[in-house]
């Protein structure tokens, strides 16, 4: 064999490796590798043992740099095997895999995939979302700041957050490549995650299949800026009721009926629902009445509202509620003021708590009633204070005797008309709790607890104590004035309960008219002249019925051109037949029945019956078609504004005293987008446990000891 032939040949045996030639490196008995492996499973790699003459060259190769992404999830080990293998190991599992510079990385890209999976598309649910793997295959800029921005807007951050340097300093040691933007950027972003949230809004509405009912209420910022709120309520198809924050908008003054007509009328243009409006509820301020009379006015030209507007207009029935009781709490304010003075005596000093609750140990009485102090501006947190107060009575009577500073308790004829009033009131208590829920519930619900209201004040009507029936008085004359307001609205959706139907409107109206009145009667009337509009809008609105009717015609067209052509008789068949279909239609017509009427006639269900009315109307749509579209409107009014009004406890928390500048575009999408992306997870809703301190829930022994220590501490 030549020289040159020997060469080649010991060039062919570098590239190749034979199984004879190789050998196993034990990855855990390396004690360069266990710095990085630990106890992670090992690996072995086959690896020549030869050495090649050229790397002892003096010409060292400059190492190239690694560019691939793979590289940010899965460190090199040390340990370098020879063909180009490289053990690497995963960051998160630190699962080992055998990196070969030949074949590429899809076998490590195929692990990142698992192992740290993908990224969500819905920033608001990815945030949502607890059990999410944060990180992606690749940093995403974009997806950053989409999750800034809806962070911001969740937790109602400053736009200046992005400007703090401890979170800048954190953002960058989670990811050094990060580009953290500026507030003004951040203003951008959330504006135009505003206007892409909204067209899913309206899209949503425009695929609703009824109607929209509106709730509106008007607000002050600490600026003295007026904002107007509107909140739309509407059924979805799949029979759930839904609610939206449709606008938070910048009302400047006057706020007269004329300028809140068109600027609402302008917000429902905006939006392309001004011809889905079925009702809107709001409270007693005197420029409502004109601001819904022009608004009717002005829907009735675009397209007709239902029963040309007699069902638009609801009150809050929540307000209407707290002037009722506010009327008639006006015949016990001394007891009222004695109980509030006696609670602001005892959370005056440590000592007295202490020395009340003491009281209450002695009396063996429980402490997990609570007591607090009211808020006066809200009836029912009055009321809780009062029956707190009634039922630690005996300790408030003691502590007279034990203080003599304490000059305020009420005597025993103000304790029994305090006990009688938490009697009487307790059923409007009820009452506003389902007016002012955070779940707001369909409308047949109301009518039979406000016809127990009326039933309690007939009866402190009648009671032998002066002072109770001058305040059942007061508060009949206030609720017969709203009375005629609602009643209508509210007992034709308690007549789309199948528990209730037409029976409790007809026995209800005799307790409250006498059985003899024409009231149940015009109940009756409205029923089913509103039923009968909706037949004809379904007539006019259905482009399937419109289509099967016309098909329908053609056929019996066909079938009459053929006896015309067959009939050559003298007796005229087709007149004759003529005369068969108007007798057959005649008895037909007489013998059906309405939806509403067959709907009517079948027997209640239960009313005790744990019945979910909307499942029910779900259930039987197919069987009540028209019925059940009329279902799907009147049970989705809101009685009250507790739906705008909740949203004004978000706006006082991004519009404070330390950031009241925040242009008014950029309040609008703060609110709105955030009702939208997150809903009823971020609530709201202020709790009256919240507004002021249970003296109950006081610690002594804790507070005690906390107290002398701070003592010896001193000396």
Not at 62 to 88: C, D, H, M, N
Not at 648 to 663: D, I, K, T, W
């Amino acid at each position: 064999m030549s020289d040159s032939q020997k060469k080649v040949g010991k060039k062919k045996d570098k590239k190749s490796y034979p199984e004879s030639d190789s050998v196993k490196i034990d990855l855990e008995n390396d004690s360069s590798m266990n710095m990085d492996v630990e106890d992670d499973e090992v690996h072995s790699v086959e690896v020549d043992d030869t050495n090649d003459s050229d790397d002892n060259k003096s010409g060292v190769k400059r190492q190239r740099k690694e560019r691939s992404i793979v590289w940010q999830y899965f460190t090199k080990l040390k340990k370098k095997a020879v063909g180009g293998k490289v053990p690497s190991k995963c960051n998160k599992c630190n699962h080992i895999i055998i990196y070969d510079s030949k074949q590429g990385t899809g076998n490590i890209s195929k692990h990142i995939k698992s192992c740290y999976g993908s990224s969500f598309k819905d920033v608001g649910q990815m945030i949502l979302n607890s059990d999410m793997k944060l990180k992606s295959s690749t940093f995403s800029q974009s997806m950053f700041r989409e999750m800034l921005v809806a962070a911001i807007v969740m937790h109602e951050l400053p736009l200046s957050f992005v400007d703090y340097k401890g979170f800048r300093d954190l953002f960058k040691y989670l990811q050094p490549d990060v580009n953290i933007i500026s507030r003004n950027t951040v203003k951008s972003d959330l504006l135009k995650m505003y206007k892409r949230e909204k067209e899913k809004v309206k899209e949503m509405l425009m695929e609703s299949p009824g109607r929209l009912c509106l709730t509106s209420d008007l607000w002050t910022s600490i600026a003295t800026d007026g904002y107007l709120a509107i909140t739309v309520h509407f059924m979805d198809k799949q029979w759930v009721l839904q609610k939206r924050v449709l606008s938070f908008s910048f009302m400047p003054p006057p706020h007269t009926g004329v300028a809140l007509c068109e600027k609402v009328f302008s917000i429902l243009v905006e939006w392309g629902i001004e011809n889905k409006i079925f009702s809107m509820t709001l409270d007693n301020a005197s420029s409502n009445d004109t601001f819904i009379g022009l608004l009717r006015e002005q829907l009735n030209k675009k397209l007709p509202l239902v029963s040309r507007g007699n069902f638009f207009h609801l009150r809050c029935c929540a307000h209407i509620l707290n002037l009722i009781v506010q009327d008639g709490l006006k015949q016990i304010d001394e007891c009222i003021y004695k109980v509030r003075e006696s609670i602001k005596y005892v959370k005056g000093s440590q000592q007295r708590k202490e020395k009340f609750i003491e009281c209450v140990q002695l009396l063996s009485l429980k402490r997990k009633k609570g007591l607090r102090q009211d808020v006066v501006t809200r009836w029912n947190s009055t009321f809780l204070m009062l029956d707190g107060a009634l039922f630690y009575r005996r300790a408030f009577c003691h502590l007279e005797l034990s203080d003599s500073n304490y000059k305020h308790c009420p005597n025993a004829l103000e304790w029994e008309k305090i006990g009688k009033m938490c009697s009487f009131l307790g059923v409007f208590y009820d009452i506003t709790n389902v007016f002012s829920g955070s779940k707001y519930p369909t409308a047949n619900l109301y009518y039979p607890h406000v016809f127990m209201a009326y039933l309690t004040l007939k009866e402190g009507m009648g009671s032998e104590d002066e002072y109770m029936r001058k305040m059942a008085d007061l508060m009949m004359t206030k609720f017969q004035k709203y009375w005629s307001d609602f009643s209508l609205t509210l007992a034709i959706a308690v007549v789309l309960d199948p528990r209730y139907k037409l029976h409790f409107i007809e026995w209800s109206y005799s307790q409250v008219y006498g059985r003899d009145s024409k009231e149940y009667e015009y109940v009756d009337e409205v029923l089913h002249s509103t039923f009968h509009e909706y037949v004809e809008l379904n007539m006019d609105g259905g482009s399937s019925t419109t289509s099967n009717v016309a098909s329908t015609s053609e056929a019996s067209k066909g079938v009459e051109d053929t006896v015309d052509d067959d009939s050559t008789s003298v007796f005229g068949v087709r007149a004759r037949l003529k005369d068969f279909d108007q007798f057959q239609s005649k008895d037909f017509l007489a013998n059906k029945k309405s939806e509403l009427q067959l709907y009517l006639d079948e027997s209640r269900v239960d009313r005790n019956s744990n019945l979910d009315v909307l499942t029910f109307w779900k259930a039987n749509e197919f069987r009540y078609p028209t019925l059940a579209r009329m279902a799907r409107d009147f049970l989705t009014i809101p009685v009250s504004t507790v739906a705008s009004e909740s949203t004004f406890s978000a706006s006082g928390r991004v519009l404070n005293e330390h950031r009241s500048s925040l242009g008014k575009d950029t309040v609008e999408a703060l609110i709105c987008t955030k009702d939208w992306l997150y809903g009823d997870y971020c609530s709201n809703e202020v709790n009256l446990d919240e507004l002021t301190e249970d003296i109950m829930s006081l610690d002594i022994s804790g507070e005690s000891n906390a107290s002398n220590s701070m003592n010896n501490s001193k000396v």
